[in-house]
């Protein structure tokens, strides 16, 4: 049993393999190489940003014997991107009235019309021009893309300003998706939906009154342009509403837009998805935005704002959110933005917010999870804010006006696999031995997990997991990548909207699967896992399961990538963020991260009449189903 976790009882975990029915591969793993229920030795989670599933594979086709959840499935949409016949089912709503008589928050406000046509999409921030001018100057700023994409970042500027109408689409689209690319080219800019938590709550428009046997969860998906016309992209602490929400939002019916993966959009995930495993059920774990699921990732839930001991404290007042609606207005929260509110205290009803939400969960049939979520007098995080530590281990500066949350002692992923033996890395591209985190603007700090953990930034042993592009690329040729691997783009390449473009995160993905796939040794024994962070406010049409009060959220995508997963094809197994940890810790015979994570919610029991839902909710998949190791 050479290289069984320490902790781990070899008669537990022996009998794990035994019921999976999966033959312990790696019981004479080489020294250094830990036990695993399956041949999978390494495992490599690449997270690109801001993308829902159907605004990437809402026209994915899938192959011959296979199904998918998706817009053309439904009728939404026909084959080439025009309406179908249930054009209706994703129609937006405008809503209003209820806030402004009576100030309060709610996740499900009274909805009065749809929309005659969408809100003009706008620029908001897309370049005018592309970041670079030239191919070699791309090439001396980024390492991370294959030789043939360079041009990617000396093309696709809007050529209009910021934050006006974009009006390379037409003035009035029809009310529900519309596929971007028929009017600007895939490799083009565009701008970036709100994808905030109390708005994304708004969004989704949870209803209880709305519940069917298919949706049990009564969410609707129809608000998203009429919150972001009304919230907008963060408030910002202003005090007084602006005079035209329509325009201060830079928003639009942008979040409608979907791209045409039948006709060579997102052509690089799309041949990924048709040789491999889809996973079509896969959602962000937070309701909310960047920050909040990394954090999920590396935590399995939601971190709260604490003292210097780990215990829960109350953040300052300013950086408490408060989304009731200012005096006057439908919609316009009192405190949000980055420059303002990111903290609730969700085991308070009379906070702001927090009934509507509560309430909701409250009339579900089953029990959301408890876990360790809203522990009395602790605030959340729920947004963007910056990590506790600088990149160098030192802190980073607090107070009202830095939006840092400080140092956290919660559990997380790397600690658990530092304390089993099993070898981790984050690699961050832009990380530059932690200067990247405050001296250039490539790499993104509250990407981080690990940059939260006390545990690790202050020991420079542990922070030596944090290590840059060049090293994955290095740790790959060497035949040195370590069990477990999480990566993330710099900010031109990741994907998100409106800073980047989708086809420079698959540029970037190729490359590393490319490396991989020529170390054929490597390659038989590693996953890699690509998906993005959260939803960026796209409209998505799937299943929502309401887990607890910080999610799940909606859909994105999950393409898994091991020749194990090769003709896999399409997975309806209910999964969010936190089924990475839980594939982990199943693969290598871990407990969970905690007694308060989310990883201890059970696998998800099939229901053949709708695979999407699970039978025992809460509950999400350790991502299994994605392989086939009978092969």
Same mark, same amino acid.
């Given at each position: 049993?050479?290289?069984?976790?320490?902790?781990?009882?070899?008669?537990?975990?022996?009998?794990?393999?035994?019921?999976?029915?999966?033959?312990?591969?790696?019981?004479?793993?080489?020294?250094?190489?830990?036990?695993?229920?399956?041949?999978?030795?390494?495992?490599?989670?690449?997270?690109?940003?801001?993308?829902?599933?159907?605004?990437?594979?809402?026209?994915?086709?899938?192959?011959?014997?296979?199904?998918?959840?998706?817009?053309?499935?439904?009728?939404?949409?026909?084959?080439?991107?025009?309406?179908?016949?249930?054009?209706?089912?994703?129609?937006?709503?405008?809503?209003?009235?209820?806030?402004?008589?009576?100030?309060?928050?709610?996740?499900?406000?009274?909805?009065?019309?749809?929309?005659?046509?969408?809100?003009?999409?706008?620029?908001?921030?897309?370049?005018?021009?592309?970041?670079?001018?030239?191919?070699?100057?791309?090439?001396?700023?980024?390492?991370?893309?294959?030789?043939?994409?360079?041009?990617?970042?000396?093309?696709?500027?809007?050529?209009?300003?910021?934050?006006?109408?974009?009006?390379?689409?037409?003035?009035?689209?029809?009310?529900?998706?519309?596929?971007?690319?028929?009017?600007?080219?895939?490799?083009?800019?565009?701008?970036?939906?709100?994808?905030?938590?109390?708005?994304?709550?708004?969004?989704?428009?949870?209803?209880?009154?709305?519940?069917?046997?298919?949706?049990?969860?009564?969410?609707?998906?129809?608000?998203?342009?009429?919150?972001?016309?009304?919230?907008?992209?963060?408030?910002?602490?202003?005090?007084?509403?602006?005079?035209?929400?329509?325009?201060?939002?830079?928003?639009?019916?942008?979040?409608?837009?979907?791209?045409?993966?039948?006709?060579?959009?997102?052509?690089?995930?799309?041949?990924?998805?048709?040789?491999?495993?889809?996973?079509?059920?896969?959602?962000?774990?937070?309701?909310?935005?960047?920050?909040?699921?990394?954090?999920?990732?590396?935590?399995?839930?939601?971190?709260?704002?604490?003292?210097?001991?780990?215990?829960?404290?109350?953040?300052?007042?300013?950086?408490?959110?408060?989304?009731?609606?200012?005096?006057?207005?439908?919609?316009?929260?009192?405190?949000?933005?980055?420059?303002?509110?990111?903290?609730?205290?969700?085991?308070?009803?009379?906070?702001?917010?927090?009934?509507?939400?509560?309430?909701?969960?409250?009339?579900?049939?089953?029990?959301?999870?408890?876990?360790?979520?809203?522990?009395?007098?602790?605030?959340?995080?729920?947004?963007?804010?910056?990590? #506790?530590?600088?990149?160098?281990?030192?802190?980073?500066?607090?107070?009202?006006?830095?939006?840092?949350?400080?140092?956290?002692?919660?559990?997380?992923?790397?600690?658990?696999?530092?304390?089993?033996?099993?070898?981790?890395?984050?690699?961050?591209?832009?990380?530059?031995?932690?200067?990247?985190?405050?001296?250039?603007?490539?790499?993104?700090?509250?990407?981080?997990?690990?940059?939260?953990?006390?545990?690790?930034?202050?020991?420079?042993?542990?922070?030596?997991?944090?290590?840059?592009?060049?090293?994955?690329?290095?740790?790959?040729?060497?035949?040195?990548?370590?069990?477990?691997?999480?990566?993330?783009?710099?900010?031109?390449?990741? #994907?998100?909207?409106?800073?980047?473009?989708?086809?420079?995160?698959?540029?970037?993905?190729?490359?590393?699967?490319?490396?991989?796939?020529?170390?054929?040794?490597?390659?038989?024994?590693?996953?890699?896992?690509?998906?993005?962070?959260?939803?960026?406010?796209?409209?998505?049409?799937?299943?929502?399961?309401?887990?607890?009060?910080?999610?799940? #959220?909606?859909?994105?995508?999950?393409?898994?990538?091991?020749?194990?997963?090769?003709?896999?094809?399409?997975?309806?197994?209910?999964?969010?963020?936190?089924?990475?940890?839980?594939?982990?810790?199943?693969?290598?015979?871990?407990?969970?991260?905690?007694?308060?994570?989310?990883?201890?919610?059970?696998?998800?029991?099939?229901?053949?009449?709708?695979?999407?839902?699970?039978?025992?909710?809460?509950?999400? #998949?350790?991502?299994?189903?994605?392989?086939?190791?009978?092969?």
């Amino acid at each position: 049993m050479t290289g069984l976790p320490t902790g781990i009882g070899a008669g537990a975990l022996m009998a794990a393999v035994a019921i999976s029915g999966v033959a312990p591969a790696a019981a004479q793993a080489p020294a250094g190489d830990s036990l695993t229920r399956t041949p999978i030795k390494h495992v490599l989670l690449i997270i690109g940003e801001n993308r829902s599933f159907d605004h990437l594979f809402g026209l994915f086709r899938p192959g011959s014997g296979q199904s998918v959840f998706n817009l053309v499935s439904q009728q939404i949409l026909s084959s080439d991107g025009s309406p179908g016949a249930n054009f209706a089912r994703a129609r937006q709503w405008q809503a209003g009235g209820q806030a402004r008589a009576t100030g309060s928050y709610s996740i499900h406000p009274a909805k009065t019309t749809p929309f005659a046509t969408l809100p003009p999409p706008s620029t908001d921030s897309a370049p005018t021009n592309p970041p670079f001018a030239s191919v070699d100057a791309a090439r001396a700023a980024e390492p991370a893309l294959p030789a043939d994409s360079y041009q990617l970042l000396t093309t696709g500027g809007t050529g209009l300003p910021k934050r006006v109408p974009d009006t390379r689409f037409p003035a009035e689209l029809p009310n529900g998706p519309f596929v971007i690319t028929r009017w600007i080219a895939y490799d083009a800019y565009a701008g970036d939906p709100i994808h905030r938590f109390f708005q994304m709550w708004q969004q989704l428009d949870c209803d209880p009154g709305a519940a069917t046997p298919a949706n049990p969860s009564g969410c609707q998906n129809d608000l998203f342009p009429w919150v972001a016309t009304t919230a907008g992209a963060g408030s910002n602490g202003r005090r007084q509403p602006p005079e035209s929400t329509s325009e201060s939002t830079h928003q639009g019916g942008v979040a409608m837009g979907v791209y045409n993966s039948g006709a060579g959009d997102v052509g690089y995930l799309t041949d990924l998805a048709h040789r491999y495993a889809l996973g079509d059920n896969y959602h962000q774990a937070i309701i909310g935005g960047t920050g909040a699921n990394h954090i999920a990732i590396g935590y399995g839930g939601a971190m709260f704002h604490a003292a210097a001991d780990g215990s829960p404290a109350t953040p300052p007042a300013n950086q408490i959110e408060n989304p009731d609606a200012m005096p006057g207005t439908d919609n316009w929260y009192i405190e949000d933005g980055y420059a303002g509110g990111s903290y609730t205290k969700c085991a308070d009803s009379s906070q702001p917010g927090v009934k509507a939400i509560g309430d909701y969960l409250n009339s579900l049939p089953y029990r959301p999870f408890r876990g360790g979520n809203c522990r009395a007098d602790a605030y959340y995080l729920v947004n963007n804010y910056k990590p #506790g530590y600088q990149g160098d281990g030192t802190l980073a500066p607090l107070g009202p006006r830095e939006f840092t949350i400080p140092p956290s002692r919660q559990p997380n992923l790397g600690l658990l696999l530092a304390a089993h033996g099993i070898p981790w890395r984050y690699y961050g591209e832009g990380w530059d031995g932690g200067r990247g985190s405050f001296a250039n603007h490539r790499y993104c700090p509250l990407c981080n997990p690990f940059q939260y953990s006390t545990e690790i930034m202050t020991n420079p042993e542990l922070r030596r997991n944090l290590e840059d592009i060049e090293e994955l690329y290095g740790d790959i040729a060497n035949g040195a990548l370590p069990a477990v691997a999480i990566v993330k783009p710099a900010l031109n390449l990741d #994907g998100h909207p409106a800073s980047s473009k989708f086809g420079l995160f698959e540029a970037f993905c190729r490359k590393i699967v490319e490396m991989i796939e020529a170390q054929p040794e490597l390659w038989r024994e590693t996953a890699i896992m690509i998906t993005t962070d959260e939803s960026g406010g796209y409209y998505d049409s799937g299943y929502v399961q309401p887990i607890d009060f910080f999610g799940d #959220g909606s859909r994105v995508p999950l393409v898994v990538v091991s020749p194990y997963s090769e003709g896999r094809g399409i997975i309806h197994t209910y999964y969010d963020h936190v089924s990475f940890d839980k594939f982990v810790e199943a693969n290598w015979g871990l407990p969970s991260i905690s007694a308060e994570s989310r990883d201890n919610l059970p696998n998800p029991l099939a229901d053949p009449d709708n695979p999407y839902v699970p039978k025992n909710p809460p509950a999400i #998949g350790d991502l299994m189903e994605m392989f086939n190791f009978s092969r």
